[in-house]
């Protein structure tokens, strides 16, 4: 049995949903897996021509890159949340503290929701009107919460979104606050998943990460196209990624890899690294063991944004990782609250767990020996700090508190003197 021919028309550039695993293709309609070896299905494109000029033409935003997208043309005129464009940060002072010749920080908490999941839901918003859905759906992390529940706000839409009920007051009250209906689940992130592919096969919901999840994952390229652009049409050494369902990773690679094919950076090997929290570590403990099969885990830790126990695209993160030569490492709980403190006192970003997490585990890479410190590094910061306060609650407090009295301060007082 061979799939259907695509017979919908191409959306821009797009012309069908390909299998990964067999290639079978497939209409670009709200699916997500391969009705023949059950392989997740990614968006294909017929080849495109683009030019730095024409990108450079566009919008500050995701939107200049709509060529390479799902979406049709003028995309970047309607309504919509425009995110992307976010600062490339060089981190001077971060490098000198970590005995590192060049890093750069992706700073995606400066996106509309203050995560990079704007991106992700703009390209699968855009599809979901396509498609004519008018109910937006997600199971979430919380950024993805967020960015559904603002979005489908902007659009005029209905957003259902699914969340554990576990998590920090920052990434409910963030999504509440849009309106739209916000389910929280007394599970982890695998059951709200579960819970959501069912209820996505009994109703015409787009979920944007469950039947919408091709054109979803898409949107995470624009970070890659952004850091090549944004070095001067070039390509760093290095990139460290957060690893949560292994989308991000594997997109901002193959981003990278479209840029040279289209001739607009030039060839150049670079080498792709991973960041989990130690308490849900399954695809860095995948890649410790040498292993290709990724053994789901029971998440625990304070970077619940990356607390997918069983990620759906974990064992082509490790192949990205390991066709690079890169790594993927994990880092406790503590690590990561040092590794937001690191960033903040040294660049003045204040990053939510998730870039904890990525901060703290490229300094586990360079003292283990992983990563060249001479090498140019991206690290990605996904999210923003004000959403994970609790994180930091306990050690970032006052220095002192005093009556407002002269003397008082003089006898608290330990910072240099006049
Ligand atoms: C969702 C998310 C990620 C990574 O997600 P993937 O599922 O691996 O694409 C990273 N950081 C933050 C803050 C997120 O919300
Ligand atoms: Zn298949």
Redesign the pocket.
């Known amino acids: 049995m061979t799939a259907p021919a695509p017979t919908t028309p191409s959306i821009g550039a797009a012309y069908a949903l390909k299998c990964r695993e067999c290639g079978a293709e497939y209409e670009l309609d709200a699916s997500y897996a391969c009705l023949e070896c059950f392989g997740p299905l990614e968006v294909a494109y017929e080849t495109t021509m683009v030019t730095r000029e024409q990108i450079q033409a566009g919008p500050p935003s995701m939107w200049r890159y709509e060529a390479l997208l799902p979406v049709t043309s003028g995309a970047g005129a309607r309504p919509g949340l425009h995110p992307g464009f976010t600062q490339l940060v060089r981190a001077d002072n971060l490098a000198a503290a970590l005995g590192a010749r060049a890093v750069w920080v992706k700073d995606d908490s400066g996106n509309p929701t203050h ?3 704007d991106r992700v839901v703009a390209v699968a918003l855009e599809n979901a009107r396509r498609l004519g859905y008018e109910t937006i759906a997600c199971a979430s ?4 919460a967020n960015a559904v529940a603002a979005a489908a706000a902007r659009a005029g839409l209905a957003s259902v979104v699914f969340v554990p009920s576990n998590l920090e007051a920052g990434k409910i009250i963030t999504t509440a606050v849009y309106g739209g209906t916000l389910v929280a689940i007394d599970g982890n992130y695998d059951d709200v998943n579960r819970l959501c592919s069912e209820i996505a096969a009994n109703r015409n919901w787009g979920f944007v990460n469950v039947n919408l999840r091709p054109y979803y994952a898409e949107g ?1 390229k624009t970070v890659g196209f952004e850091i090549a652009e944004q070095l001067g049409w070039r390509l760093p050494d290095a990139f460290v990624s ?8 594997t997109k901002v690679d193959k981003a990278f890899r479209e840029f040279t094919r289209l001739g607009l950076v030039d060839e150049k090997p670079y080498q792709v690294f991973g960041a989990q929290a130690t308490g849900c570590s399954p695809v860095s403990t995948a890649f410790r063991d040498g292993l290709d099969i990724i053994r789901p885990v029971k998440p625990d830790t304070i970077a619940k ?2 607390a ?1 126990g069983n ?1 759906a ?1 974990g064992p082509y993160a490790l192949d990205a990782v390991r066709r690079t030569g890169g790594a993927i490492a994990d880092v406790t709980d503590a690590e990561v609250v040092e590794g937001i403190e690191l960033l903040a006192r040294t660049e003045g970003i204040f990053a ?1 767990t ?2 904890g997490v990525v901060v703290a585990t490229y300094r586990k890479l360079l003292a283990e020996g992983l990563i060249d410190p001479g090498a140019e590094v991206v690290l990605l910061n ?2 923003d700090g004000l959403k994970t306060l609790d994180a930091v609650a306990s050690t970032s407090k006052p220095t002192f508190t005093i009556s407002p009295s002269y003397d008082d301060f003089e006898a608290h007082y330990t910072g240099e003197s006049s």
């Open positions: 995560s990079f999941k992390t919380g950024n993805l995470s957060p690893v949560a369902s292994g989308s991000l990773l944004s990356l997918i990620p695209d939510e998730a870039g996904t999210g």
